[in-house]
């Protein structure tokens, strides 16, 4: 399965074709064409959670409270025994958003700077049990 499909759309848009300010149904219709199924809606965050995609943990979405629109997301990856999680989602990262990004040697980091306040952040958790990409934006609170 691919990790995220590139159709050159803008840095706004990230992996999963997710794209900032996607309205609630939009962002539903994407994800579940993209083979997600929801797992938990409490109106303003969404969870969802893969139905064929060994790789995923989830997708956590943020909408923002003022327009109900994509704020931030989260998406958690699994680090799988025969793979390399952090090369194959930084490589799917840089494909989306380009190979001009900053690590942070300290923090263990990867960062996109993708303008108009918005990042994207890459970075295993404290056990180093799962790879985090978080992509954020002013509107999330």
């Not at 809606?41 to 109900?68: C, H, I, Q, R």
Request: hydrophobic share 40%; aromatic share 18%; with cysteine.
């Amino acid at each position: 399965m691919e990790l995220c499909k590139r159709n050159g759309i803008s840095a706004q848009t990230g992996l999963f074709q997710i794209n900032y300010d996607d309205t609630r149904e939009a962002v539903l219709e994407n994800l579940i064409g993209e083979g997600f199924a929801i797992d938990s809606d409490t109106g303003a965050w969404l969870k969802m959670v893969p139905t064929d995609n060994y790789l995923v943990e989830s997708v956590e979405l943020e909408f923002s409270p003022a327009d109900s629109t994509l704020a931030a997301w989260t998406i958690i990856y699994f680090p799988p025994d025969d793979e390399d999680i952090e090369e194959i989602v930084v490589d799917a990262l840089a494909s989306w958003h380009g190979w001009d990004y900053e690590y942070d040697e300290y923090f263990e980091e990867y960062y996109w700077d993708l303008g108009n306040d918005r990042a994207v952040f890459a970075f295993y958790d404290y056990e180093y049990t799962a790879f985090i990409v978080q992509y954020t934006g002013p509107k999330a609170e």
